[in-house]
């Protein structure tokens, strides 16, 4: 069993969509985080969840709108996107001990 | 704010040779962690290593070791007898205090092509 997924791995959207990423980790991990990774730039940090509170919120538009109901689950809420936002969106989760483990990541075209 | 920086954009090396990937980073944390990750063609970040800022060791794990500089405040990793798996990109990150929830924040990596 894969410690963290991702589904789906490949998405297509229109501007006026709304879609939801999801996340879920198998890993006892108390702390989840979502990422943007766009060509030629470094990885972007999103949200943090710990304890299935957001702790961090990094200056992220409001079209994306995160949720973790849970210490194992977290989704990633999409609507009115825009070209710019396509990009790798990457989810991780971590235990106290401080080391991410990542899923295989969801491949977003925003058309 | 803490910023990591890798200077080597692109290096390459041939297969079982070692190869040396440069990382430092700036901060004013006494407790603080390293990692070194790895992200193949797949795209699938995986951990290759990590350093706890206490430790005066250097960490290893099999063919890959660092060389961690606290004063200077670098952090490089090497890649010892490589193999063609190990083409990937790697990215240096750091990770303030062991709470849970707190941020990794990552260099802009390094493209490493391994060579026949």
């Known amino acids: 069993e894969t410690g963290v997924t991702q589904t789906p791995r490949h998405l297509v959207m229109g501007m006026t969509n709304k879609k939801s990423l999801k996340c879920e980790q198998h890993l006892g991990h108390n702390a989840m985080y979502w990422y943007k990774q766009s060509a030629k730039k470094p990885l972007e940090l999103m949200f943090v969840y710990s304890l299935e509170e957001r702790v961090e919120n990094n200056s992220v538009p409001s079209r994306f709108s995160p949720e973790c109901p849970n210490s194992s689950h977290l989704f990633l809420h999409l609507h009115t996107l825009q070209p710019e936002d396509s990009a790798l969106y990457l989810c991780?989760?971590?235990?106290?001990?401080?080391?991410?483990?990542f899923g295989p990541g969801t491949r977003l075209t925003v058309t | 704010a803490q910023t990591v920086t890798q200077s080597q954009p692109e290096m390459s090396v041939q297969e079982a040779e070692t190869v040396t990937l440069s990382c430092t980073y700036d901060?004013?944390?006494?407790?603080?962690?390293l990692f070194w990750y790895k992200q193949p063609p797949s795209r699938q970040m995986i951990l290759v290593i990590r350093?706890?800022?206490?430790?005066?060791q250097n960490a290893t794990e099999n063919r890959f070791s660092v060389n961690f500089q606290k004063a200077a405040k670098s952090f490089s990793l090497k890649i010892s007898d490589s193999q063609l798996g190990d083409a990937a990109m790697y990215f240096c990150a750091y990770r303030r205090g062991e709470t849970s929830g707190s941020r990794l924040t990552f260099g802009e990596g390094t493209q490493l092509t391994v060579n026949p």
């Open positions: 991780a989760s971590s235990s106290s001990r401080g080391e991410q483990y």
């Open positions: 901060t004013s944390e006494s407790d603080y962690y």
């Open positions: 350093q706890e800022a206490y430790k005066q």
